[in-house]
């Protein structure tokens, strides 16, 4: 598979707080990216998206930015809430998709 | 409907077992896939299939063999399985292959005793 990294295995914020959570990718072909969240016990959620021709992309109360140059990408969660808490994965699309690591985000009340 | 349906939701199977785990999707969606977790780890692609056939096989030990009957369904049958296969099985259904975004569904949690 292709090496997809996140920088920092766990997290912890406060609630109310912003969250951000990196991922570091290796294969400057990627032309896809997508942030999962995955609760105990569940399958991965979608979250949002980004393709390669786009530096940032907004959703509702995340946000994710692409630096191509560097091949990182980044998860921002607004107001971090504890039902945020859970373990993120980003995942990239070359041929096929590969997740990264992922990080354990866990929010204090 | 949004939702990938997975079967059953737990298993425990001994190493002469035959088992199968099942998949279903209703979204119309035209390439479905297995994953295996294992705890505190990414998924990693096992299969993929894209209408009906399958498309990638990533290298995955014969003791598993994955069936697509329709466009619908998803199987995975198991046979002869080793303690270290023990893990999360998951399915995912995407629009097209590799292009779109997948919907996961809950898994099977395997134990191979």
């Known amino acids: 598979g292709e090496s997809v990294g996140l920088h920092l295995p766990t997290l912890s914020v406060q609630e109310g707080d912003n969250s951000i959570i990196n991922c570091a990718y290796s294969n400057s072909a990627s032309d896809y990216f997508i942030w999962y969240k995955q609760e105990s016990g569940k399958g991965p959620q979608f979250i949002i998206d980004?393709?390669?021709?786009?530096d940032k992309r907004q959703g509702q109360r995340v946000t994710v930015l692409l630096n191509k140059t560097v091949k990182h990408l980044s998860l921002q969660i607004a107001a971090t809430q504890p039902g945020d808490s859970a373990v993120y994965f980003c995942a990239e699309r070359s041929n096929q998709f590969y997740f990264g690591t992922g990080t354990s985000l866990t929010v204090i009340p | 409907d949004t939702e990938v349906t997975q079967t059953p939701k737990h298993l425990v199977m001994g190493m002469t077992n035959k088992k199968s785990l099942k998949c279903e999707q209703h979204m119309g969606h035209r390439a479905m896939y297995w994953y295996k977790q294992k705890a505190k780890k990414p998924p990693e692609l096992m299969f993929v299939y894209s209408y009906e056939k399958l498309s990638i096989n990533e290298s995955v030990p014969s003791r598993f063999s994955p069936e697509c009957p329709n466009s619908s369904l998803l199987n995975l049958h198991l046979h002869a399985l080793q303690p270290e296969d023990s893990a999360l099985y998951l399915c995912?259904?995407?629009?097209?292959?590799?292009?779109?975004?997948?919907?996961f569904g809950p898994g099977t949690r395997l134990t191979v005793t």
């Open positions: 980004i393709r390669s021709n786009m």
């Open positions: 995912a259904s995407s629009l097209g292959q590799g292009s779109y975004e997948q919907y």
